[in-house]
């Protein structure tokens, strides 16, 4: 199996800055594409960003220009820079990887337990 750890969530003004990551462990054979997702109270879970093992990289038009995705692939980690903060980005960001494990057969997608992000003066 794979596990997902994220960190990096909190409070923060409008116009501040985050940075969450998120490692995964466990038995990995390979890691496939990453990415951030996120859920608002009362809304889908939506698209945020995602790096595929490449390197190429997809935006939501809502954090183009201000979020940046990034992964360490030596160690298993990916990361999302979020700078200019606004309100409408509170929500709960999710890690998610497709992935490869030495437990089980074909990729499957795994999630990490989410972590709060508020932006609040």
């Known amino acids: 199996q794979v596990q997902l750890v994220e960190s990096g969530g909190g409070l923060v003004q409008p116009g501040g800055s985050l940075r969450l990551s998120c490692a995964a462990s466990g038995s990995i054979f390979s890691i496939n594409a990453m990415g951030w997702y996120r859920q608002a109270p009362g809304n889908q879970r939506e698209l945020v960003a995602t790096?595929?093992?490449?390197?190429?990289?997809n935006y939501a038009d809502s954090v183009k220009g201000r979020f940046t995705i990034s992964r360490d692939n030596a160690k298993n980690t990916v990361y999302l820079q979020m700078n200019n903060l606004k309100p409408e980005d509170t929500a709960v960001y999710y890690c998610?990887?497709?992935?490869?494990?030495?437990?089980?057969?074909?990729?499957?997608?795994?999630w990490g337990q989410g972590t709060q992000v508020t932006v609040s003066s």
């Open positions: 790096i595929t093992s490449g390197g190429t990289t």
């Open positions: 998610n990887v497709a992935a490869r494990s030495y437990s089980s057969i074909g990729l499957k997608p795994y």
